[in-house]
């Protein structure tokens, strides 16, 4: 009977439906009947599992949930309907008339008629258990029946929710969806270590590859979506995406999800940077109106304050630092750091944490990097406003840094730790020479890096040359072509959904915001 | 300032949107500058590649296409605008007065004041040739450029569309949103051939696997579905999955996408069809409506004649026929196989075509099926109704067969080529003792089988006994765990996304529905 519930929803779709209007049916889901409006007692059906019992001489009462919503619908019977079978997690059908309840605690309530126990659960065996508020390392052993806990239900239906709000900004925003490829042929870009594979049995005979050539589990869909940018002028792609890479951080999988978008006719960071802060900004709000109770319940129990974190996020303007300015507050932080912090080496999470934290825990840009510390494809902008503007080595101003994303800002004024004079003396930075490529991370709170994106190379000999100094011409002769025929400014970014969550929920452990995490020595189910 | 055409559509979201408002700009995409209100003169520009160039005495005529729409903007320029970089393919912004066209071939058109070559292309080098309709197989040879013709375009922005109405329907009919990994520990299914992974360059080490254990590319995500729908009720997928097959048909990828949907609490095949059916019909609607440009492109250029037939789909109830009934059609058929039919093993894609024609037609379902011939998961439904039903051994009427699923349907009935008495002496069959699966396919006009689907087996003590008997118990605790505690009637079933667009559009190679197809020997970018 599942069909009526969905029947009802979707039929307005399909006008010309060729089913038998079923009558407006019994069966609701728990949402349905937590939302319905009419409590006069109407006769009505719930499926779902137990998630209490509490049996009194006269009144049985049960919470049924059928994870449509947080919230559990309570049954309320006679005490002859009751039986050794209505344990926690058992499935159940009821039968009842739906109305108004007398508590406080709820608005409606099911006074049931006929409960039918469909499956039994041994409640001994069962690792989940009644009221018991397990920690999350716990539930993590138990990939299959973890997502029947309060808390991992409300993360799953919020990243479901956040899937469909990250959807709708890019279709509003008139972006095309490209769903590029898994499987690649592409090994050189350097993000990181690669999976490779083969059929099954074959591993052992890499002369013979299926598809004639080394084939890689993809580490990013960018070099793919420059191609359809090419065609669409702007596109997204929200995929998997793979490293092999020997880690058990909490901000690490070897499975994860990227939502990646490529942009023609881009030609500053700045165009970048305000799409990143509305996609950050729309779909975390879009979350908080679609599912208001689970987001409450991940503030409330898995990060006390985080409520508060995040609308200091939401309510403020992203800031902007320059990667040379980054290294100098580092450099002048009072905190010791694991990696001293150096110019022209890659900033370290610890690096990032800092940085978030001094900027006063809103999410930063980093903008303008060493070529050398970023992928090939990065735009050189020794050309281009954001160099000659933000140039340490020429520039006398650093607020001009600062300023000019957006010439209304003030928040950065105040911020406590810069040196005065520019370019400080102890930088130890080259007056010039140095090739600073128009790159850009978004580092959060809680998180580090986020977002990283930036400009493309578009112009064909700067990006030859690049190739060649690498020995990669050949292999990305067909990336070079995009810059033979019709080529535009334009550039892009990704940003790692996973994180995201974290980002927006204030869980701690990457592993807890996707369904069946994949990692070193673990790949459950 | 790609920015601000993304803005202007997505700032609703965002109610505390921070920047600075830029004034109405004149920046607009083809499609907006297509479909604009004002035609008054206003001054906007548009930036794109030049698909068509006709230069006159005294007037300069382009097209400019960005991939917004599958029509282009027609510039009309003074001819001392001209020059020799304005060539086919190249990338140019035009700054312009928009006004309504004196032709009836457009609305409006630009009347260019100003026209800057962004990117010249090499109209010789180019693969892409001016006023060429290339063949897709041509095309297939330049995953990179393909997209930029207006077939590709098309198919594209169409596959889009479907993306996002497959999204829709299943967010509006309450269904949650799920991840299901692409790597897998799980090996047994025997869907197919199975890629397998490790990091590159421990390829030849598989004693030390990076999972600890044997790590696969998924064949189907229902299974871990199966998983979440044991917490809320109603789940959807859409992801990549993969075969490592050596086929070169026109049916079959190596990387493919599926829509996978899983539901508890039912019992009977009729509610999965009639989401089958729903979702075939529903998508198939909004694509229509929301790009019909580019579908019509695809019905009169790529498969004349298919407009009718997709409305012949479209508006007929889908048929119903079991699996033995299938094999006695096949049987009397005039037509010789290449592979004999025969009770017991699989249709072949011949027998599908053959089916479906047979039907008029109309996509059918196939149900009822051997277990021999489906997975191990499949639910027996010797207990069940639709087994009672159909058991061409104890059914009177092949009618009943037929007619169960929707009492009114009525369209079958004419159909020719049946026997007119059941069991016919002919087939066979055994008259009982053999176990019958609730098990249905889908077969479509021009591609045979699109969904598979059936109930699974809930039953604790029967899959324990099916896996016990294959030696998979161990493997597939965690699966039987499933059963153990608060199982339920359920069911699902996955389609091939590409393969829904090949019949809806009736693109004839599934490689041409797909942006970067990845096939035996072939893995370009």
Redo the contacts between chains.
């Keep these: 009977?599942?069909?009526v519930?969905?029947?009802f929803?979707?039929?307005r779709?399909?006008?010309?439906?060729?089913?038998?209007k079923h009558k407006p049916s019994a069966k609701l889901?728990v949402?349905e009947a937590l939302g319905a409006q009419n409590t006069s007692g109407e006769r009505i059906k719930v499926?779902?599992?137990?998630r209490s019992v509490r049996s009194q001489k006269e009144v049985l009462f049960l919470h049924v949930n059928?994870?449509?919503s947080l919230e559990s619908l309570q049954i309320v019977a006679d005490s002859s309907l009751d039986s050794r079978e209505l344990t926690f997690?058992?499935?159940v059908?009821i039968q009842g008339q739906l109305i108004k309840s007398p508590s406080k605690r709820q608005n409606v309530e099911l006074k049931a008629e006929k409960i039918k126990v469909?499956?039994?659960?041994?409640a001994k065996?069962?690792p989940i258990k009644y009221k018991e508020r397990h920690p999350l390392e716990y539930l993590r052993q138990y990939?299959?029946?973890r997502?029947?806990t309060n808390v991992?239900?409300s993360i799953?239906?919020i990243?479901?929710e956040a899937?469909?709000a990250i959807?709708s900004?890019f279709?509003?925003?008139?972006?095309?969806?490209?769903?590029?490829?898994?499987?690649?042929?592409?090994?050189s870009e350097g993000a990181g270590?690669?999976?490779?594979?083969?059929?099954?049995?074959k591993?052992?005979l890499?002369e013979k590859n299926?598809?004639?050539?080394?084939?890689?589990?993809t580490v990013s869909g960018q070099?793919?979506l420059e191609?359809?940018s090419?065609?669409?002028?702007?596109v997204f792609t929200f995929?998997?995406t793979?490293r092999?890479e020997n880690s058990q951080s909490r901000r690490h999988l070897?499975?994860f999800?990227m939502v990646e978008a490529e942009?023609?006719?881009?030609?500053s960071l700045?165009?970048l940077m305000?799409?990143i802060?509305?996609l950050f900004?729309?779909?975390a709000?879009?979350v908080l109106s679609n599912c208001p109770e689970d987001v409450e319940l991940c503030h409330k129990f898995i990060a006390p304050g985080q409520k508060d974190r995040l609308e200091h996020m939401?309510?403020n303007?992203f800031l902007i630092i320059s990667y040379t300015e980054a290294v100098e507050i580092l450099k002048q932080a009072s905190q010791n750091f694991t990696f001293t912090p150096e110019w022209g080496v890659d900033l370290q999470t610890e690096h990032e944490k800092y940085l978030v934290k001094h900027c006063g825990n809103i999410p930063v840009f980093v903008i303008n990097y060493p070529l050398a510390i970023k992928p090939f494809y990065m735009r050189d902008n020794e050309d281009g406003p954001q160099h000659t503007q933000q140039d340490p080595a020429t520039s006398t101003s650093r607020h001009l840094m600062l300023m000019n994303y957006?010439e209304?800002r003030t928040s950065y004024q105040g911020l406590p730790h810069l040196p005065h004079h520019w370019p400080p003396a102890s930088s130890g930075l080259p007056s010039s020479g140095y090739s600073i490529v128009a790159a850009v991370d978004l580092l959060v709170p809680g998180v580090g890096e986020l977002f990283g994106g930036g400009l493309r190379e578009?112009r064909y000999h700067f990006l030859e040359e690049r190739l060649a100094r690498s020995g990669l011409t050949e292999v990305y002769q067909?990336?070079l072509?995009?810059?033979?025929?019709?080529?535009?400014?334009h550039g892009g970014f990704g940003m790692g959904f996973e994180r995201y969550l974290q980002c927006i929920l204030g869980v701690d452990n990457i592993k807890d915001v996707?369904?069946?995490p994949?990692f070193?020595?673990?790949?459950?189910?």
């Design positions: 009977m599942l069909g519930r969905c029947l929803r979707s039929v779709f399909c006008s010309s439906a060729p089913f038998p889901s949402r499926q779902g599992w137990i059928d994870g449509s997690g058992s499935s059908e469909i499956g039994n659960c041994d065996a069962f990939p299959h029946f997502c029947r991992l239900g799953l239906r990243r479901s899937t469909a959807h900004f279709k509003d925003s008139g972006f095309v969806h490209i769903h590029t490829p898994v499987i690649t042929s592409n090994d270590e690669l999976f490779q594979l083969e059929p099954s049995g591993l052992k890499p299926f598809f004639n050539v080394p084939a890689f589990l070099l793919h191609v359809m090419g065609a669409f002028t702007q995929g998997p793979f092999a070897a499975e999800y942009i023609s006719f881009v030609d700045q165009d305000q799409v802060e509305e900004k729309a779909t709000m879009m939401l309510k303007n957006r209304s578009e067909w990336y072509d995009l810059r033979r025929f019709g080529s535009v400014p996707i369904p069946f994949r070193p020595h673990s790949c459950l189910l």
